[in-house]
């Protein structure tokens, strides 16, 4: 039997993106034949305000699919419609009312989101720490890659148009080989290249599946995107670095910018000044002490003074939790989703400072080792120093 699932229609975000991008409306049959792929719909629900223009010839459309309008008031700024719009309330309700069928349906175990707003991130983080498949439809080339990243399945809207073309067409032409998704990865790694664009990995799945209607790595035999360009890598079509805590994409031919020469990432484990680093710092009290001031006075934050007991535990512990030894990329990731999920409050440049704070003052323990087994070169990896006295005080804190 099919899993029940519920669909969240962010109206407003997916018809000002179908209306930009392809000058035509939605396509609300197109949207739910998709969603019965991954099993039983039980609740369909679209919110807007219906009042708007745009929006007011939708709910006998919708509700002759099965989808119930929600009324939510838009609000303005000061000066009437022509100022720009508030859509916060819109946003706010439809996860509100997601998280509420989440605990009165524990039987459903599939949400999909049709939108493309990266806002809805912690709304997908919330879902799928409750043992949930999330599965976002939306316009590809206006959806945020971070929320093409954060759910388990993304749907690009084009497939949907795409997929109703090829089955009018099936018994007209003879059916076209499959693309090769890792020739596709290239030519998507060189339009970004082109276009100047970020080649963080979200960007570049995010680029593949506008070139290919859809896209999903594990049709490829692959459980993560990553793993996927982690094999075109070793194919020797791409090549990946760790550049400003986050995994970028470049071509075999491309220089790849250095890191800067105080970067720690490149630096092999040592022995400094009587301690050990990732062991037992054996250094005398009041040494310790003094170095640990220093380190603070030169970047700028001390993990003691400038975090409070509880925001240095949870970091601490979210380390914990990660494949060891792990990148800093993903120890970045790793504290970023707590600021999501509303844990933390924490702006991304104060989440760089407490990454570099927290391996200046070795709570960091560096390991060289190779990314996987067929690698050509080693790489810094990082676990945390549970062996440190303030490490373990941190930890044991919250027994």
Not at 114 to 119: E, H, I, Y
Not at 367 to 382: H, L, V
């Given at each position: 039997m099919p899993d029940d699932l519920a669909v969240f229609i962010d109206?407003?975000?997916?018809?000002?993106?179908?209306?930009?991008?392809?000058?035509?409306?939605?396509?609300?049959?197109?949207?739910?034949?998709?969603?019965?792929?991954?099993?039983?719909?039980?609740?369909?629900?679209?919110?807007?305000?219906w009042t708007d223009g745009d929006f007011r010839e939708a709910p006998p459309t919708l509700y002759s699919n099965g989808i119930a309008p929600r009324y939510i008031s838009a609000r303005y700024f000061p000066g009437g419609k022509s100022s720009k719009r508030r859509t916060n309330s819109i946003d706010v309700m439809l996860a509100v009312e997601c998280s509420d069928f989440l605990h009165n349906h524990p039987q459903v175990g599939t949400y999909v989101l049709?939108?493309?707003?990266?806002?809805?991130?912690?709304?997908?983080?919330?879902?799928?720490s409750q043992g949930k498949t999330v599965v976002v439809i939306g316009v590809s080339e206006a959806a945020s890659y971070h929320l093409i990243e954060s759910a388990d399945h993304f749907v690009s809207y084009a497939s949907l148009l795409e997929e109703e073309r090829a089955a009018r067409a099936r018994d007209r032409e003879p059916r076209k080989k499959?693309?090769?998704?890792?020739?596709?990865?290239?030519?998507?790694?060189?339009?970004?290249?082109?276009?100047n664009k970020a080649r963080v990995l979200g960007q570049v799945k995010q680029q593949m599946i506008v070139q290919m209607g859809s896209f999903d790595e594990r049709n490829a035999g692959f459980k993560k995107f990553k793993d996927f360009v982690v094999e075109a890598e070793r194919r020797g079509?791409?090549?990946?670095?760790?550049?400003?805590l986050?995994?970028?994409?470049?071509?075999?031919?491309?220089?790849?910018?250095?890191?800067?020469?105080?970067?720690?990432?490149?630096?092999?484990?040592h022995e400094e000044d009587g301690a050990v680093r990732g062991g037992e710092d054996r250094r005398p009290a009041e040494e310790i002490a003094t170095s640990e001031d220093e380190s603070a006075r030169r970047d700028g934050l001390d993990l003691r003074e400038d975090l409070t007991p509880y925001e240095l535990r949870t970091i601490c512990e979210s380390v914990t939790r990660l494949k060891q030894p792990t990148s800093l990329v993903e120890i970045f990731s790793g504290i970023r989703e707590l600021d999501e999920r509303g844990e933390l409050e924490l702006s991304r440049e104060e989440i760089e400072g407490v990454v570099k704070a927290m391996l200046d003052a070795d709570y960091l323990k560096a390991?060289?080792?190779?990314?996987?087994?067929?690698?050509?070169?080693?790489?810094?990896?990082?676990?945390?120093?549970s062996d440190l006295s303030e490490v373990k005080e941190i930890l044991n804190s919250s027994r």
């Open positions: 109206w407003e975000n997916i018809y000002i993106s179908t209306v930009t991008e392809y000058n035509s409306k939605p396509n609300v049959s197109a949207i739910l034949e998709k969603a019965r792929e991954y099993g039983r719909i039980v609740s369909a629900t679209a919110y807007a305000d049709v939108t493309g707003d990266g806002d809805f991130i912690p709304l997908v983080n919330l879902l799928r499959a693309p090769d998704p890792f020739k596709e990865l290239v030519r998507a790694v060189e339009n970004l290249k082109k276009g079509l791409v090549n990946t670095v760790d550049q400003d986050e995994l970028q994409v470049y071509l075999p031919n491309e220089k790849i910018p250095a890191p800067p020469e105080s970067d720690l990432a490149a630096e092999e484990p390991t060289r080792a190779k990314p996987y087994k067929q690698a050509k070169a080693k790489m810094t990896f990082y676990s945390l120093n």
